[in-house]
């Protein structure tokens, strides 16, 4: 199950990668050796819809995505070493 600060992840990882929209996530579902198992259009829709409803929700989640960020960061880096290392 995907919280929704990293269905915000997901959503911003895509748009960093030129996606522009939602079902531009099929993209990150298609590297898994570089990225966890990435939430699904339905989850997607889903959390936006929560987003829309419960500002508060929507702030904290906002609030936290820096720190996952950074963490996600850390495991593209740890993933592109293991590539590069085995070849």
């Not at 939602?22 to 997607?44: F, K």
């Not at 500002?55 to 590539?83: D, Q, W």
């Amino acid at each position: 199950m995907h919280d929704t600060v990293e269905v915000i992840l997901d959503l911003a990882v895509a748009l960093a990668v030129g996606g522009y929209c939602p079902a531009d996530l099929a993209v990150l579902r298609g590297q898994p050796r570089l990225l966890d198992a990435v939430a699904s259009d339905a989850t997607v829709f889903g959390r936006v819809q929560l987003l829309a409803a419960d500002v508060e929700e929507s702030v904290a989640a906002i609030r936290g995505a820096p720190r996952r960020a950074y963490a996600l960061r850390l495991r593209i880096r740890a993933a592109t070493e293991r590539c590069f290392a085995a070849g």
